[in-house]
């Protein structure tokens, strides 16, 4: 059995041809194999297939981006980072899949049974019943439908590149959409009187 490669190892293998990239390669998707299904199993089953296809992802990435590759750490466990952050972009993808933007948009964006903690005291869940019916007003009056739709979809999760995808947008356009309608909702709750001290004093 041979001793682990060393970083500089990895790197003129995989940059290598033929035959000793080959084994590099088959060696670095095996150990990503049992790195992610030991990093996903306690979020509990994930489909075979689905590490399989992630593993093959990140060995792609990995050998596209090894002049990114700094030393700073083991060379494995750059490769199982770029693995895990591959796997957790796939699993946010195929969690909103069959959800659609008007489902997410529609309806209560901001209700109160999603916003106000029972737990708090009456003058805590007053505060929090204002604060929301502020950002509900601004985002039905004040906001445009495309910046409503991007700010709405981001609060209930939905990946900004998801976003992008589905309204045939670059990332760039999303982040300036949500960022727009962001100074929106600042404006609107200080015009209402409320600073960002009252919003953690509520929240917190």
């Given at each position: ?21 080959t084994r590099a390669l088959e060696d670095l ?176």
């Open positions: 059995m041979r001793a682990p490669r060393t970083n500089e190892e990895w790197l003129l293998d995989l940059r290598s041809e033929g035959a000793a990239q998707r095996a150990y990503l194999l049992l790195a992610l299904r030991g990093s996903m199993k306690r979020d509990g089953p994930v489909p075979e297939n689905l590490v399989e296809d992630v593993v093959q992802d990140a060995l792609v990435r990995a050998l596209d981006h090894l002049d990114r590759f700094e030393g700073r750490s083991r060379f494995t466990t750059w490769a199982t980072t770029i693995a895990v952050r591959t796997a957790m972009t796939e699993l946010r993808r195929r969690r909103w899949k069959d959800v659609s933007l008007d489902e997410l948009v529609t309806g209560d964006a901001l209700s109160p049974e999603r916003s106000i903690d029972p737990l708090e005291s009456p003058e805590n869940q007053a505060a929090q019943l204002e604060i929301v019916r502020v950002l509900r007003d601004v985002l039905d009056n004040q906001l445009s439908e495309r910046q409503r739709t991007a700010i709405v979809a981001e609060m209930r999760g939905l990946p900004q590149e998801e976003i992008a995808r589905r309204l045939g947008l670059s990332r760039n356009a999303v982040y300036k959409l949500g960022h727009d309608a962001r100074k929106k909702l600042k404006r609107g709750l200080e015009a209402s009187g409320l600073d960002a001290a009252e919003l953690r004093a509520a929240f917190s």
